[in-house]
């Protein structure tokens, strides 16, 4: 551990091909972004990335690190069965994988080959919606867009192989889908789509709360409107999520702190 209370990495850009370091780079910005819009809960949860040009591999976090110290070197190369390929050298330290992480991200990756990064967490806010029977309701625009999020029951932290099947039946095609009494986990077909939708999946559970707590009644809208603005959101009707505000949110990260590059 360096005195400015940061851990010392050996740089991975030397051991990797162009584009894996991209992806590195991608993610550890999304770890970033994650803890700065208040969604990581320290060094749990994990978000993954597959390797653009590889088969079966993707890079995922180190179990120990926080989320606001991720590194593009600091990542873990794993395949599809949670096997470690790479890893840099943490010392002492001797950071692995989380298991749970493993069981979900190898399940999906292997499943979907359209995903290209997978995003769970456990904010206030998912987790709160996630133990609610009635779930995310439509009540705002920005809650419409997941009228038809999967929902997947809770079977106890997740480290049994077993539950992989039904994580990959719940989720089905779709790009989000809440954990019951546990949390969320978004796909996308790259890093900045993937954050982009889950950022609107936990604004939609913050709102949902908030007029909750009001006790009034709901406004209602029609199916119809809603089925709507539903299909508005889905990919073919619109450009993809994340291509116009990813590289405005790494520009954000470089203002505040580009060391995510390292």
């Known amino acids: 551990m360096r005195p400015d209370a940061t851990l010392s990495i050996s740089p991975m850009q030397s051991r990797c091909s162009p584009e894996e370091w991209q992806a590195r780079i991608d993610l550890a910005a999304c770890y970033r972004l994650v803890d700065l819009y208040g969604m990581s809960d320290m060094m749990a949860n994990h978000i993954s990335s597959r390797i653009p040009g590889e088969q079966g591999t993707y890079l995922i976090n180190p179990?120990?690190?926080?989320?606001?110290?991720?590194?593009?070197s600091?990542?873990?190369k794993?395949?599809?069965d949670g096997k470690i390929l790479s890893t840099p050298d943490?010392?002492?330290?001797?950071?692995?994988?989380?298991?749970?992480?493993?069981?979900i991200h190898s399940a999906i990756h292997h499943a979907r080959d359209d995903v290209g990064c997978v995003i769970h967490t456990h904010s206030w806010a998912t987790m709160a919606?996630?133990?609610?029977?009635c779930g995310l309701?439509?009540?705002?625009?920005?809650?419409?867009?997941?009228?038809?999020i999967g929902y997947h029951d809770y079977q106890g932290v997740v480290l049994d192989v077993a539950e992989q099947a039904s994580l990959i039946e719940d989720l089905g095609q779709g790009e989000a889908m809440l954990l019951r009494n546990h949390g969320a986990l978004i796909v996308g077909r790259t890093v900045g789509e993937a954050f982009n939708w889950m950022h609107r999946l936990e604004l939609a559970c913050r709102?949902?709360?908030?007029?909750?707590?009001?006790?009034?009644?709901?406004a209602p809208v029609p199916q119809a409107v809603l089925e709507e603005t539903w299909s508005n959101y889905q990919p073919g009707t619109r450009r993809p999520y994340g291509l116009m505000e990813w590289p405005a949110l790494l520009r954000k990260l470089?203002?505040?702190?580009p060391s995510y590059k390292s």
Do not use: W
């Open 63 to 72: 179990y120990g690190m926080m989320y606001e110290e991720i590194t593009a």
């Open 74 to 76: 600091s990542l873990l």
């Open 78 to 80: 794993v395949d599809h």
């Open 90 to 103: 943490f010392g002492e330290l001797n950071y692995g994988l989380n298991k749970a992480g493993a069981v």
């Open 129 to 133: 919606v996630s133990s609610l029977a």
């Open 137 to 148: 309701l439509p009540i705002s625009q920005t809650a419409m867009r997941f009228l038809k």
């Open 207 to 218: 709102s949902q709360l908030a007029a909750m707590a009001c006790n009034s009644p709901f």
């Open 254 to 257: 470089d203002r505040l702190d």
